[in-house]
């Protein structure tokens, strides 16, 4: 079965230190990959995708076929950064995306 | 200015009541998606609907119903059935079926049971 899981349900940074978002899925196939960000007040909305292969408000994310990780990840952390992210998954032309349960991440002045 | 409006922003239902949430979309989007976020359990789907006059059960469908009789509008309702209704109800899109483009969200109803 598909599956999403996000082992940290808080993490919690100081300002310019690195950070990492830990995302594992499980999938026989070929996933896609995302991870979607809620600010404070605002409505969730899509920050990377896999296939993009970008960076987004200097994320980025590399997808790891052979630990079937999709770990988020930023040198330098902001005060604006902190938010709650989820990783999501689909199979390709699926008609629906599973999310994980979510990580809080809180940037320590 | 295209987007997902969801209302009302904050409902509350009496026990043994039923309510209508509301999701409109001006995207053009043929594919439709509800979403209950929970504290821990993260987005878990409810019901979805690729098409008009078309809908599937997601993992979580028991005490909700949903119609989509035009394309622009999928409403949710949440029957006496569900036995705990609390949480924040969000609603999705997505063009083309194609879900490698992500979804575009609604900004969400919060459901309180009093």
């Known amino acids: 079965a598909q599956r999403v899981t996000q082992p940290e349900k808080l993490l919690s940074v100081f300002k310019g230190a690195p950070v990492e978002l830990k995302c594992n899925y499980s999938y026989s196939g070929s996933p896609e990959l995302f991870w979607y960000v809620q600010y404070s007040r605002q409505r969730l909305q899509l920050l990377l995708r896999?296939?993009s292969r970008e960076s987004i408000k200097g994320f980025t994310a590399d997808l790891n076929k052979g630990e079937t990780s999709f770990h988020l990840k930023k040198p330098f952390a902001q005060e604006e950064d902190s938010a709650m992210y989820y990783c999501?998954?689909?199979?390709?032309?699926?008609?629906?995306?599973?999310f994980g349960s979510g990580t809080r991440l809180s940037i320590r002045p | 200015d295209g987007g997902i409006t969801q209302s009302p922003k904050y409902l509350f239902r009496k026990e043994g009541q039923n309510v209508t949430l509301s999701c409109e979309q001006n995207l053009n989007h043929d594919a439709m998606y509800w979403y209950r976020q929970d504290p821990g359990q993260g987005l878990r789907l409810i019901y979805y609907?690729?098409?008009?006059?078309?809908?599937q059960k997601g993992d979580i469908a028991e005490g909700y119903s949903v119609s989509r009789e035009k394309k622009e509008s999928f409403p949710l309702t949440v029957t006496s059935a569900q036995k705990n209704p609390t949480a924040f109800y969000l609603c999705?899109?997505?063009?083309?079926?194609?879900?490698?483009?992500?979804?575009?969200f609604g900004s969400g109803t919060r459901l309180t049971v009093v």
């Open positions: 999501a998954l689909s199979q390709s032309s699926a008609s629906k995306i599973i």
């Open positions: 896999h296939i």
């Open positions: 609907s690729q098409i008009v006059n078309d809908f």
């Open positions: 999705a899109s997505i063009g083309g079926g194609e879900t490698n483009y992500g979804y575009t």
